[in-house]
């Protein structure tokens, strides 16, 4: 591209911290449309709307970004300050274009007052103002809001071009009264980087639900249908939206679903979904309703199948009986025969024969001239409405009256009472170690006592808190004890007391029967850095790899699980034997969790005489606390 048909363009959308796929979309779009040469840089948020209208972290969990950053960016406008509206627009006077991506009605007052601020329809001595196109991944939210109609036609009728992904999308454009409407294909914007070696499966269909839980999405159908149908298992990993996960939480507990049903409530973070992808066979996307979606790529770039509702772009991108399966939307008796199919190994075999992955190059090629054709052209848009009245008086007083009626008193934080660092407690304490003397117990107790922690009667479970206060300390502690813990000891644990002594604000969560009453999954995927699950007066195999395969999903990178288990003779009650701890270690391996030090050497031999000088060949003879850390 020569330099005179090059143009300066603005994006104005969220970016990384903020997730999910329209925030890669964008720093997509400004990459591409950068390497087409053009001048381009990418405004974003430093607060983009209330939190009462996003129900779940807006940040990407852990921080690191699902696709390259885009250098030129500047966050420069929040949601609570629209005098950063009219700043940044002022500061997009002289671009070309300007690209407005359209999330969510709550935001279309700052998006107006930018584009008035930067003059877009205004004449001046050097012509017309910036351009101005609005991307509208969905024109009006799946989940209706009062007004947003109004707010959506006010906003497309002053804008000089509306880019939409489907037909469909396109038609409610034309409704809400948009000046011109163009569509392109959504292009991918694929997060997670190259597939995953997958392991072999011969047998009936591993389903996948991905992405947040939301009503239009159709997992509920899905699951009823599962009922239906044996052999299948589905994963729903996405983080739940309103009242969704009430509602998909007791679908999965049905009995007839027992043991085939897992749920992960949570972002699923892109560098975790090759090893995701990798460990299923079919993409389930059971839509009541849909727009345009990269899902369906997704899938085929990690070589899965896919079971899609006939809406939106679906049909176009899978191929019925050879690389998926389409089926009526909302029809639960043709998911249960697509399920059927998908029971059969073989038929499951020959879908996965017939997918291939796609070519990701055209796509953006075709995206970005049609961004270029109307980014180009002569603008048309008169921003400032059809009233006296500027959009900006009528926005402050909007977000003056929401200010008002979301105020929070601020609580101060509470300094630690015990001042202590992992360096201060001795090498003995190990984040994992065997108990097999009651010397070593009251030795534990009396060291917590020494070091100001609060007094505790039963020895064993101080060793067992010690050790992980210890981990705690050494691994993830930034020494102003921010980490996000989770205690699932009960109250026969002193760890919640000792955490909150030097300073940190433990989660402690109910036990019932053994397991905690809320999962530490409704916290969200790689949203903690601490669980704590010791009970060291019994062990039961099944808990322990529940709490395992929790953790590989709530821990953030470098996050920490310490648990504790009884070690005793084959067939004591509550107890695990040394072979079954290996078992348990190579189970956490497989689940990224990685063994902080070594059951070989001086572990093994403390076990060996704690087995031979226990009295009772029934009972436990030994405690082991075991240290994970999140690869």
């Not at 840089?41 to 950053?69: A, C, H, I, R």
């Not at 050097?126 to 707010?151: D, F, K, W």
């Not at 007391?497 to 989660?507: E, N, T, V």
């Not at 290996?582 to 005489?609: C, E, I, P, Y």
Request: include cysteine; hydrophobic fraction near 40%.
């Amino acid at each position: 591209m020569s330099p005179s048909e090059a143009l300066r363009i603005a994006i104005v959308g969220p970016t990384h911290p903020y997730k999910g796929g329209v925030t890669a979309h964008t720093t997509e779009l400004a990459h591409a449309l950068e390497a087409a040469g053009h001048d381009v840089q990418l405004v974003s948020w430093s607060n983009m709307f209330p939190k009462n209208f996003y129900p779940s972290e807006e940040g990407v969990p852990g921080g690191t970004p699902d696709v390259p950053l885009f250098p030129r960016t500047i966050r420069s406008m929040s949601w609570r300050r629209p005098d950063t509206w009219v700043r940044t627009g002022r500061r997009l006077q002289d671009v070309d274009a300007i690209i407005v991506v359209h999330v969510m009605p709550i935001m279309i007052p700052g998006s107006l007052t930018l584009l008035q601020a930067a003059g877009v329809g205004r004449t001046s001595s050097t012509g017309l103002g910036p351009r101005s196109i609005v991307i509208a991944h969905n024109v009006l939210p799946h989940e209706v809001h009062p007004g947003a109609e109004a707010m959506t036609r006010s906003f497309l009728r002053r804008v000089d071009a509306v880019v939409v992904h489907s037909d469909e999308e396109a038609r409610r454009a034309h409704e809400h009264d948009a000046r011109r409407v163009v569509v392109a294909d959504l292009p991918p914007h694929l997060p997670g980087g190259p597939p995953a070696e997958r392991p072999e499966h011969h047998g009936p269909a591993r389903l996948l639900a991905l992405g947040t839980v939301r009503h239009y999405k159709g997992i509920d159908l899905l699951l009823r249908a599962m009922m239906r149908v044996p052999g299948v298992t589905l994963t729903i990993a996405g983080e739940m939206w309103s009242d969704t996960g009430p509602l998909i939480r007791r679908l999965a507990a049905d009995r007839r679903l027992r043991g085939r049903v897992e749920v992960h409530g949570g972002y699923v973070p892109a560098e975790r979904l090759p090893e995701l992808l990798a460990r299923h066979d079919v993409l389930a996307l059971a839509y009541r309703s849909a727009t345009a979606s990269q899902n369906v790529l997704l899938a085929q770039q990690h070589g899965l199948a896919v079971l899609a509702s006939d809406v939106g772009t679906f049909g176009d991108q899978v191929r019925d009986g050879v690389d998926g399966l389409l089926v009526p939307a909302e029809d639960e008796d043709a998911l249960v025969a697509a399920l059927t199919t998908l029971a059969d190994p073989d038929r499951v075999t020959e879908l996965l024969s017939g997918v291939r992955p796609p070519d990701l190059t055209p796509p953006w090629q075709r995206y970005v001239a049609a961004i270029e054709s109307v980014a180009g052209s002569e603008p048309q848009a008169v921003v400032g409405g059809d009233g006296d009245e500027p959009v900006v008086e009528s926005a402050l007083r909007a977000i003056a009256t929401r200010l008002r009626t979301s105020t929070r008193a601020a609580i101060a934080q509470r300094p630690p009472r015990v001042l202590l660092t992992g360096d201060e407690l001795p090498d003995r304490v190990r984040p994992t170690d065997v108990l097999g003397l009651d010397a070593d117990a009251e030795d534990a107790r009396a060291l917590a006592r020494s070091v100001g922690l609060p007094r505790t009667l039963d020895p064993i479970a101080a060793w067992a808190a010690l050790g992980a206060l210890a981990a705690v300390l050494r691994l993830r502690d930034d020494h102003r004890q921010t980490a996000t813990v989770i205690d699932e000891s009960g109250v026969r644990s002193p760890f919640g007391r000792w955490a909150r002594a030097i300073g940190f604000h433990p989660i402690e969560l109910e036990l019932s029967g053994g397991r905690s009453s809320v999962s530490v999954l409704d916290l969200g995927t790689a949203s903690v850095d601490v669980i704590t699950r010791l009970h060291p007066h019994d062990c039961d195999l099944a808990e322990v790899d529940d709490a395992l395969h929790q953790a590989s999903w709530a821990l953030r990178t470098g996050g920490v699980l310490s648990l504790t288990l009884a070690a005793g003779p084959a067939g004591a009650p509550g107890c695990v034997t040394p072979a079954d701890l290996r078992g348990v270690v190579a189970r956490a391996d497989g689940l990224g969790l990685r063994l902080v030090g070594d059951l070989d050497g001086d572990l093994t031999a403390k076990l060996r005489r704690a087995a031979d000088a226990a009295h009772d060949e029934t009972a436990a003879f030994a405690v082991v606390r075991l240290t994970f850390r999140r690869r």
